[in-house]
């Protein structure tokens, strides 16, 4: 079993108006196998938590630690995470013009696991893994994000993860811009994942739909830079009647 723990995590950026502390002592502990959601109100950390994690340079760690199986993450760079097992599916996937998605797909996986697949073998497990999520043949050939609709970036996403296999994914908004059918066939994505490798979660989502297919363990609600409360599933049925003003009112 694999753990990937944060502990007091401080993390800040710079603006034009100065230094802006973001995350003000974050503690989270997630372990293989189990999927933990985040939830919040805009501006309250959830996204730096991912970046941070993935190793955005934008995010300064001003203190505490992120380790993997007590190996310093904070210390790899971002190629070094991913080789570590560290996915992030982002919120908003950039175009790369003039690369085709099957290009992108083969020499990601040739970088993290450090020689390049067997050519049929890796045909094979491309076409299983895009028609388990619904994806056209044609895809491949398409230049990676570029004039992709929301749901086809999202699902270009759960589709690297499946073919990476990482030990922990931060899945940031996965459902924003998914329509019924593709946030079910993205879940189903996820969910399959899991059950074959033990996958741990980070699933980080403004709403409670998403939860409705990928089953939480654990619920974790940011305010303010902090995790303000956590439970197991029935927090986010909660926070779907009530939302997040108790915790803004009380100044979490």
């Known amino acids: 079993?694999?753990?990937?723990?944060?502990?007091?995590?401080?993390?800040?950026?710079?603006?034009?108006?100065?230094k802006k502390e973001i995350l003000r002592g974050v503690d989270l502990t997630?372990?293989?196998?189990?999927?933990?959601?985040?939830?919040?109100p805009n501006g309250s950390g959830k996204s730096t938590l991912a970046y941070t994690i993935a190793g955005h340079p934008r995010y300064t760690v001003d203190g505490g630690s992120i380790t993997l199986d007590g190996e310093d993450v904070l210390g790899m760079s971002?190629?070094?995470?991913?080789?570590?097992?560290?996915?992030?599916a982002m919120q908003y996937p950039v175009e790369i013009p003039g690369v085709t998605v099957s290009n992108f797909l083969r020499t990601a996986k040739t970088a993290v696991s450090g020689e390049a697949p067997r050519v049929r073998e890796w045909i094979g497990d491309v076409r299983t893994a895009m028609e388990s999520l619904r994806m056209d043949p044609s895809f491949g050939e398409r230049n990676?994000?570029?004039?992709?609709?929301?749901?086809?970036?999202?699902?270009?996403e759960i589709l690297?993860?499946?073919?990476?296999?990482?030990?922990?994914?931060v899945l940031d908004e996965t459902d924003s811009g998914l329509d019924v059918d593709?946030?079910?066939?993205?879940?189903?994505?996820v969910n399959r994942?899991?059950?074959?490798?033990q996958l741990g979660v980070l699933l980080i989502t403004h709403y409670t739909r998403i939860l409705r297919y990928i089953q939480p363990d654990h619920v974790h609600v940011f305010v303010n830079g902090r995790v303000a409360e956590q439970g197991g599933p029935e927090l986010a049925e909660r926070l779907e009647e009530e939302g997040y003003d108790r915790y803004l009112k009380a100044g979490v």
């Open 1 to 18: 079993m694999s753990v990937l723990d944060i502990k007091d995590l401080q993390v800040s950026i710079e603006t034009e108006q100065g």
């Open 30 to 40: 997630i372990s293989s196998d189990e999927i933990h959601a985040v939830m919040g």
């Open 78 to 88: 971002v190629d070094e995470r991913a080789r570590a097992g560290l996915f992030l």
């Open 144 to 156: 990676v994000n570029e004039g992709f609709s929301g749901g086809e970036k999202k699902r270009h």
């Open 160 to 169: 690297q993860m499946e073919l990476l296999r990482p030990r922990f994914a």
């Open 182 to 189: 593709a946030l079910r066939i993205v879940s189903e994505g």
């Open 193 to 197: 994942i899991k059950g074959e490798t």
